[in-house]
């Protein structure tokens, strides 16, 4: 303790002894650098980011709770296939209104299609039903387009059709959207990602659409009667 003392005394003693030293220069509106003896340390104004602190969900049981820890699991599964979708479905977009002729258009569109194809289908072909459907749900969310009208615009409305039919075979829609204000599931796969992109989990991509999850929290947590508002107005920073 006593060091401890002595450590603060000469620190207070060495800053006194190099105040008369001490310069203030600026030289714009926010920026500044300070002068002691002869070395200068610029002081810059710093602006930085918001930072959500999500609260903890309550469930209403034990399997709601493993409900959505299952959830957890397949939504990470399958995030990787949605940024990937979505990136290509972005660069093809930029390409093709680069493009004036339809015939490159197509043809550049059907190299892009062997390319996913090749590269994706075997391990989609690996999924569940489940994560199928999430697989859905998020390249809407992320391409702000149905998985049924991307395959209507790149390849025709009949393919579209087929694949939706096959699809529904297996309890899959590609038509559907993802809407976690409606869908308390899609609420919680968005409660996930955010909670994944803040721990650096999964990398972050942002959706096409506005989502606010402190909204969502609040509007699902409420219904369910877990959370007061209040407690989750609180975590608000």
């Not at 980011?49 to 990470?76: A, H």
């Not at 996913?116 to 702000?144: A, D, N, S, W």
């Not at 877990?226 to 920073?237: D, F, G, Q, V």
Request: charged share 30%.
């Amino acid at each position: 303790m006593k060091l401890a003392i002595a450590f603060f005394l000469l620190a207070g003693v060495s800053v006194s002894a190099q105040e008369a030293r001490y310069q203030e220069t600026s030289t714009c509106s926010n920026q500044q650098y300070l002068i002691i003896g002869k070395d200068a340390s610029w002081v810059s104004e710093v602006e930085l980011e918001e930072v959500m602190i999500y609260p903890k969900l309550k469930f209403k049981s034990r399997d709601d709770f493993r409900d959505y820890l299952i959830l957890k699991r397949k939504t990470k599964k399958v995030w990787p296939y949605v940024k990937l979708a979505s990136e290509r479905f972005e660069t093809l977009n930029k390409r093709l209104s680069s493009i004036d002729s339809k015939p490159s258009k197509r043809q550049y569109t059907r190299v892009i299609q062997r390319y996913v194809e090749e590269e994706f289908t075997e391990e989609l072909k690996k999924l569940t039903k489940t994560e199928g459907q999430i697989l859905v749900k998020l390249i809407h969310r992320q391409t702000g387009v149905t998985t049924f009208d991307l395959v209507k615009d790149l390849r025709s409305g009949w393919r579209a059709f087929w694949y939706n039919t096959t699809a529904s075979l297996f309890n899959i829609s590609l038509k559907e959207e993802f809407n976690p204000s409606e869908i308390k599931e899609d609420f919680y796969i968005e409660d996930i990602l955010q909670r994944e992109f803040q721990s650096e989990h999964l990398e972050r991509q942002s959706p096409k659409f506005k989502i606010n999850l402190m909204d969502l929290m609040e509007k699902w947590q409420k219904e369910s009667g877990l959370i007061p508002p209040s407690a989750i107005r609180s975590n608000r920073y």
